[in-house]
C-alpha cells in the first residue's frame, strides 16, 4: 500500500500579450517548498479596506512558469503516475482552473503543433512503450472517453455520436454494487493495442466533442471530460491478474459567478458556474477536514466517478493552470487556495490484484489430474478399460517430441497410468522395426544414430568411429545450413506477398481520396510504407482515416454556390493558417520519411547480402571439409570476421533508422489527426457562418419587416437552437466580449464569437445603424417569402451572391478606414474578427 497525499502542481500559462512584470514571483529554493507569490499590484489595492492582503503565498510540489514545455511537464508530473500505472496502482490527473488558464493545453495538448502534444498523448506514448518493452508480462489496455455535461454523463467514443444530438444519446449512468464499486453504464470499452489505436480514439472523442458543441452547450468550458486508460498486466501461468486504471481530466472552467471584482469584495467566497465543480469542493473540503465521516460523493455523477481518485485507492495529482494576468487575480487565487486543501487529501493506493477464476479452474484441474494418478499408483489401482482414440494419438505425439527432444534430460511423461506406459513401449519397438526394415529414413536423427551402434554386428574401430561421427556432424551442419536457407527463401516469399498486398490496398486508397476535402498528402499516407516491415504499422493509418473521415462528410452533398462560398470562408479563416502550415510540415516529414523507408530498405538489403555472403563462405568451408575430409575449423576466418563486423554495423545502422522512422510515423500521424480535427471544426463553424449568412440576407432584404410568417432556415431542431441562440446573442448586445473575460456569463457569448467569424464592422452595429451606404444598395435583395425551408442551389447562390457583396463592401469601407489612418483591416482577420478567449484582452 501506498500512502500519501495529493499531489498539487502549478503551471502558469504564457501571457497573449505582453508580459506583465511584478504580479507574481515563485520561490523555488532547493530546500524548501517552493511557492508562488501573487502580488496585487497597486491600483488594485488601492481603495481596499485597511486590512487588505497585497500578497498571497501558496505552496506547491513543484511550480512550472511560462516557459515549461509540454515535455518537461510530462516527465514530472505525468511520468511518474504513468509509472505507478504500469505497477498497477491507479493514478488520476486533474488538471483545474478558470477557463482559457491551459487545461485542455495540459491534458490534451495544442491544436496546432506536434510539440504541444499534452499528456493524453505522451502517456500513451509512454505506455505502450513500457509494455513492448516488457515481455515478462501480458498486458491488455482498454480506452474509455467520458464526459460529464450538466451532470449528465456521455460516452465520447459511442459510434452513435456522429448520428444523433448529444441529447438523444443513452447518458451514462453510475451504477453501485454491493461492495460499494462504481460501474459506469453504457459507457464503452475499446481495446487499444497500439499506441495509434489509442490516439485515434481520443481524436475521435474530441471530436465526437467538438461536433456536439453549440453556444447553447458550451461543452469546452462546461462539462468535465474524463479519459481513461485501463491497464491489465498478468503474468504467464499465473492466475493473478492487476488491473490499474488512468483518469485524466479536463475539468470545466473553475470561473465562479457572484463576485462584483475589485470593489471590496473581491475574494469573497464565490459559487461556481458548474455544479459538478461545486460539489467537488464539498467532496475536498469534507475530506480535509479531520474527523468528518461522511463525504458527499454521490451528490455529483463527477464525485461519483472519481471517488477513488479523491481519498481513495489511487495515486492522484492536481495541476492548478493559472493565467496570471492582472484581470485574472482572483480566479488564480481560488485555484490556488483550492489546490491548497487538496494537498491535505490523503489518498492509499493498493495493488489491484485479482485471480481470474478462468485459470485458477484450469491450475486446479490439472493439480486434481496429477494427484489422481498420484493415488492410483500408491493404491496399485488398475484401469482396464481401452485408451481412447484420442488418448493413443495424444501419446505418440508425445512421443515424437521426446525423441527429436535433443535434451538428454528430457523425459516422457505420461503419469501413473500403466495403459499409457505400455502403449509408449510399443510404439517405441513399432518404431525401431520400422526403422530396420526401411532404413534411418523414417526414424528421427536422434533413434537412428543411437541405434547404429546396435545394428552393426561387428564392434566398431575407434577411428573408424570418429569418423563416421565427424561425417554426421558435418552432415547435420549442411542440413542446418540448407534449412536455412530454404527458410529465409520462404520468409522472401511471405514478405513478397504481403508487399503484394499491401500494394492493391494502397491502390485502392488512392483510387478513393479518404478526405473529401481532397489534399494531395492523404495519398500519401499508404505510399510511406515501402518497408514491408512497416506495412502492419501504416495500415492503421487507413482505418483512422475512416474514423475521421465520415465527420466531414457534410461537404459531400453541398451545392455549388456553397462549395464556393465555402473556399472563401477557408481562405479568410483564421484555422487555414494552421491547417497549411501543417500540411507543409507533413510533407517535409512525408519526404523525410521516404527517403528513410528507402535507405531502411538499402540497408535491409546490404544485411541481406552480408549474411549470404557469409553463408557461402560457410558452405564453401563444409564443402572443402567434405572433399579433404576434414573437420569444419572451429574458429572463423579473417575474411568471415570482417564480413560479420560489417554486419553488425549495417544492423546498427538499420536499427537507428528504424526508431527514427517509427518516431516520425508517430508524428505524422498526430500532424493529420490534428489536421482532420481542424477541418472538422472548419466545416462545422462554416455551417454556422453560413446559416447567419442566410439570415442576415433575410434581416437585409426590404420585405423582411412585412412578413410575419418568418420560416427557420436551418433543418435540424439543434440547429434552430443555435440561430434564436444568435438572434438573442445580437439583440442583447452580446457580440462584444464582454467584461474583459474572467469567465462568468460571457463565455456562452465569447464562444459564440469565436464559432462564427464576424465581419467588420460587427454585424450588431450594422444592423442598428439605419443609414445605409450606397454600397449596401448593391446587396441583392430577395423577399423574404421566396426564401425555401431548406437550401436549394438558388437559394444558396443568392446567399453566395450576398456574401460576395458583402465583402466586396467591408473591404473597401475597412481600406476606406486605414486610409484614413486607422491601423485596422490590413487582413482578413479583421474581416472575421479575431478569435478572442477569455482571459484575452
Ligand atoms: P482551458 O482548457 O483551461 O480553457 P486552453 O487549454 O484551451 O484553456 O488554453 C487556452 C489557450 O491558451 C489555447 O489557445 C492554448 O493553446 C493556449 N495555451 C494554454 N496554455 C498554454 C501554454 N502553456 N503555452 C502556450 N499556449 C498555451
Ligand atoms: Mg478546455
Not at 137 to 151: F, P, R
Not at 313 to 328: G, V, Y
Not at 627 to 645: F, G, H, I, T, Y
Request: proline share 4%; charged share 25%.
Amino acid at each position: 500500500m501506498v500512502k500519501q497525499t495529493i499531489q498539487i502542481f502549478a503551471r502558469v500559462k504564457p501571457p497573449v500579450r505582453k508580459h506583465q512584470q511584478g504580479i507574481y514571483s515563485i520561490d523555488e529554493d532547493e530546500k524548501l517548498i517552493p511557492s508562488l507569490e501573487i502580488i496585487l499590484p497597486r491600483d488594485l489595492a488601492d481603495g481596499f479596506v485597511n486590512n487588505k492582503r497585497e500578497s498571497y503565498k501558496f505552496k506547491f510540489q513543484r511550480i512550472f512558469d511560462q516557459d515549461a514545455n509540454q515535455e518537461t511537464i510530462f516527465e514530472n508530473i505525468a511520468k511518474p503516475v504513468a509509472g505507478s500505472v504500469l505497477e498497477g496502482y491507479n493514478g488520476t490527473i486533474f488538471a483545474y482552473g478558470q477557463t482559457g488558464s491551459g487545461k485542455t493545453f495540459t491534458i490534451t495538448g495544442g491544436a496546432e503543433r506536434y510539440s504541444d502534444r499534452g499528456i493524453i498523448p505522451r502517456t500513451l506514448s509512454y505506455i505502450f512503450e513500457q509494455l513492448q518493452k516488457d515481455s515478462s508480462k501480458m498486458y491488455t489496455t482498454h480506452i474509455s472517453y467520458l464526459e460529464i455535461y450538466n451532470e449528465c454523463g456521455y460516452d465520447l467514443l459511442d459510434p452513435r455520436h456522429e448520428a444523433s444530438s448529444l441529447e438523444d444519446l443513452p447518458k451514462v449512468t453510475i451504477l453501485e454494487d454491493p461492495d460499494q464499486n462504481i460501474h459506469l453504464k453504457n459507457l464503452t470499452l475499446h481495446q487499444a493495442t497500439t499506441e495509434e489505436e489509442a490516439l485515434n480514439l481520443l481524436f475521435l472523442g474530441d471530436t465526437n466533442r467538438m461536433i456536439a458543441e453549440t453556444p447553447m452547450n458550451q461543452a469546452s468550458t462546461r462539462s468535465h471530460c474524463i479519459f481513461t486508460i485501463h491497464l491489465s498486466s498478468k503474468e504467464p501461468g499465473s492466475a493473478t491478474v492487476r488491473h490499474a486504471k488512468l483518469h485524466l481530466v479536463d475539468l470545466a472552467g473553475s470561473e465562479r459567478v457572484a463576485k462584483t471584482g475589485v470593489g471590496g469584495h473581491l475574494l469573497t467566497e464565490a459559487k461556481y458556474i458548474n455544479l459538478s465543480l461545486h460539489y467537488l469542493e464539498q467532496v475536498i473540503i469534507a475530506l480535509s477536514e479531520k474527523h468528518r465521516s461522511h463525504i458527499p460523493y454521490r451528490n455529483s455523477m463527477m464525485t461519483s466517478v472519481l471517488r477513488d481518485s479523491l481519498g481513495g485507492n489511487c495515486m492522484t495529482t492536481m495541476i492548478a493552470t493559472l493565467s496570471l494576468e492582472k484581470r485574472n487575480l482572483d480566479e488564480s487565487i481560488s485555484t490556488c487556495r483550492f489546490a491548497q486543501r487538496v494537498a491535505l487529501i490523503k489518498n492509499e493506493a493498493v495493488l489491484n490484484e485479482e485471480i481470474d477464476p478462468r485459470l485458477m479452474i484450469k491450475r486446479l484441474q490439472k493439480e486434481i489430474q496429477e494427484l489422481k494418478d498420484e493415488l492410483a499408483m500408491v493404491t496399485g489401482e488398475q484401469r482396464t478399460e481401452a485408451l481412447t482414440e484420442a488418448e493413443l494419438l495424444q501419446l505418440e505425439k508425445l512421443i515424437t517430441s521426446f525423441l527429436e527432444d535433443q535434451d538428454p534430460e528430457s523425459r516422457l511423461e505420461v503419469g501413473a497410468d500403466m495403459r499409457k506406459v505400455h502403449h509408449c513401449f510399443h510404439h517405441l519397438k513399432k518404431l525401431l522395426n520400422d526403422k530396420k526394415i526401411f532404413g534411418n529414413n523414417t526414424v528421427s536423427n536422434t533413434v537412428s544414430s543411437e541405434s547404429k551402434d546396435q545394428d552393426c554386428q561387428e564392434p566398431l574401430k575407434e577411428e573408424e568411429y570418429r569418423k563416421l561421427r565427424d561425417t554426421l556432424k558435418q552432415r547435420d551442419n549442411e542440413i542446418n545450413i540448407l534449412v536455412n536457407m530454404l527458410k529465409k527463401e520462404k520468409k522472401k516469399a511471405q514478405e513478397a506477398l504481403h508487399l503484394a498486398g499491401m500494394d492493391r490496398r494502397e491502390f485502392r486508397h488512392s483510387q478513393s481520396p479518404p478526405f473529401p476535402l481532397g489534399n494531395p498528402e492523404e495519398g500519401q499516407r499508404m505510399r510511406l510504407s515501402s518497408a514491408p516491415s512497416q506495412a502492419q504499422d501504416f495500415s492503421t493509418l487507413g482505418n483512422r482515416s475512416s474514423l475521421l473521415h465520415k465527420k466531414t462528410g457534410m461537404r459531400e452533398e453541398m451545392s455549388l454556390g456553397r462549395q464556393e462560398a465555402f473556399e472563401i470562408f477557408k481562405r479568410d479563416h483564421a484555422d487555414s493558417v494552421t491547417i497549411d502550415d501543417n500540411k507543409q510540415i507533413l510533407k517535409q516529414r512525408f519526404s523525410e520519411a521516404k527517403a528513410l523507408g528507402e535507405s531502411i530498405n538499402e540497408a535491409r538489403s546490404k544485411i541481406g547480402h552480408l549474411k549470404e555472403e557469409i553463408t557461402q563462405r560457410h558452405i564453401q568451408q563444409v564443402a572443402l571439409g567434405i572433399s579433404e575430409n576434414m573437420a569444419v575449423p572451429l574458429m572463423p576466418d579473417q575474411q568471415e570476421e570482417k564480413l560479420r563486423s560489417q554486419l553488425e554495423e549495417e544492423k546498427r545502422r538499420y536499427k537507428t533508422m528504424f526508431t527514427r522512422l517509427k518516431a516520425l510515423k508517430v508524428e505524422i500521424e498526430h500532424l493529420q489527426l490534428l489536421m482532420d480535427k481542424a477541418k472538422v471544426k472548419l466545416q462545422k463553424e462554416f455551417e454556422v457562418w453560413w446559416a447567419e449568412e442566410a439570415t442576415n440576407l433575410q434581416v437585409n432584404s426590404p420585405a423582411v419587416n412585412s412578413l410575419n410568417h418568418t420560416k427557420p432556415f436551418l433543418q435540424t431542431s439543434d440547429s434552430q437552437h443555435q440561430q434564436s441562440q444568435l438572434f438573442s446573442n445580437k439583440s442583447s448586445g452580446g457580440w462584444e466580449v464582454q467584461g474583459q473575460g474572467t469567465g462568468r456569463f460571457d463565455v456562452c457569448d465569447v464562444n459564440a464569437r469565436k464559432i462564427l467569424p464576424s465581419p467588420c464592422p460587427s454585424p450588431h452595429s450594422q444592423k442598428q445603424s439605419n443609414t445605409s451606404t450606397p454600397l449596401e444598395d448593391s446587396i441583392p435583395k430577395r423577399p423574404m417569402s421566396s426564401i425555401p425551408l431548406t437550401g436549394d442551389s438558388q437559394t444558396d447562390s443568392d446567399i453566395l451572391a450576398f456574401i460576395k457583396a458583402r465583402q466586396s463592401i467591408l473591404q473597401k469601407q475597412c481600406k476606406f478606414t486605414s486610409l484614413g489612418g486607422s491601423s485596422r483591416a490590413t487582413g482578413h482577420q479583421h474581416l472575421w474578427g479575431a478569435h478572442s478567449e477569455v482571459g484575452g484582452e
